[in-house]
């Protein structure tokens, strides 16, 4: 008995361990719209390319709610640097969506978009 | 994002990862690893220690790496086990470095042994003359056996043909002021007939003794008390 209750918590640790360390895909699961990144980069990017900035904003202000609240639940799955890049290209996206600069925009959004994807892998 | 609070997650990951495989590679001990099983330890530890603080990377691959190398060393121990020629391999031969009171130098050039090494490691031995020494082997895990010239062995109690006395084991009854019940019984004695061995020294109560072990063969009870005059 002593032995299944020894292995058995081997097993657990090590399950809970390999969870933790590939569990993005699960932890990054929308619980809802409201932190939902991927449906946000997509409605952002319909609003640039129709030069509808109040929407962008407003789009913008989503994606960053998003973000910020998917961040902790995959912190212990994916690497910093990936989400320092995303937190910087956010900054800058929302600069260039006050300023109403569309190309601007556009790079930075298509560069979140590549570090959400990396985050991933 | 908390750093210190993703270094700790994956610190607690590190340790239990390594805790439960180097519970799976055995009990050797340090003194009993060979240079190679030394490097290994190293390395592994190194990788433990990156997946716990680089956080540059994701967890995962250190957590790869750790696993390929700890199955590298399962794989090489079970080898070592099976075939006699892969445990020379690995682990490499003992080396005879004095053979009949000769030095063989060939034999330390080959493993790039010097004679201050082979003085040092029989002063260690307690030998401080080399002309005493009948055999000396340069083992895997880099101590030295040494085998005296029987002049200068010690005398057994055989040798002056002396009956020994029984030895035995003692066991802890008292440790740290807490009375080890359980031992007690497996020493046949029970908690009267200690109570009554602590007042004859002057002990009232357990709690005054730091450690007191038994002796069944000899039927020695040694006392250690908290308060040393």
Do not use: C
Request: hydrophobic share 45%.
């Amino acid at each position: 008995m002593k032995k299944v209750i020894y292995y058995s918590l081997v097993l657990l640790l090590m399950a809970v361990s390999l969870f933790i360390m590939n569990g993005f895909h699960y932890l990054a699961r929308p619980h809802g719209a409201a932190d939902n990144v991927p449906v946000h980069i997509t409605a952002l990017k319909t609003s640039l390319e129709q030069n509808s900035w109040d929407e962008a904003e407003q789009h913008y202000q989503a994606l960053s709610t998003a973000w910020h609240k998917i961040k902790p639940r995959i912190q212990f799955s994916v690497e910093k640097d990936e989400m320092n890049s995303i937190d910087l290209s956010l900054a800058r996206l929302g600069i260039s969506i006050r300023a109403q600069d569309q190309i601007r925009a556009a790079i930075e959004l298509s560069e979140i978009e590549v570090h959400w994807k990396d985050l991933s892998h | 994002m908390n750093e210190a609070l993703v270094v700790l997650g994956r610190s607690l990951i590190a340790f239990s990862t390594l805790l439960v495989f180097t519970r799976m590679l055995g009990k050797q001990q340090l003194s009993q690893l060979t240079y190679f099983d030394y490097i290994l330890g190293i390395t592994i530890g190194s990788i433990a220690s990156s997946l716990s603080v680089d956080l540059s990377s994701r967890a995962w691959p250190h957590w790869v790496a750790l696993f390929t190398w700890f199955a590298i060393v399962a794989l090489l121990q079970w080898s070592s086990i099976r075939w006699k020629t892969a445990d020379r391999f690995f682990s490499g031969q003992p080396v005879i470095v004095i053979m009949k009171g000769k030095i063989m130098e060939q034999n330390m050039k080959t493993i790039h042994y010097t004679i201050s090494d082979l003085l040092e490691h029989l002063r260690n031995k307690d030998v401080f003359d080399i002309s005493k020494v009948e055999f000396a082997v340069l083992e895997t895990n880099g101590n030295l056996s040494v085998l005296l010239k029987p002049e200068y062995q010690p005398a057994t109690l055989k040798d002056l043909q002396i009956k020994p006395s029984p030895g035995g084991i003692s066991t802890e009854v008292i440790y740290s002021g807490v009375v080890v019940e359980a031992n007690l019984h497996k020493a046949g004695v029970n908690l009267q007939w200690l109570q009554k061995q602590l007042q004859e020294q002057g002990i009232s109560h357990p709690e005054e003794v730091f450690l007191a072990t038994y002796n069944r063969d000899s039927g020695v009870l040694s006392i250690d008390k908290y308060q040393d005059k």
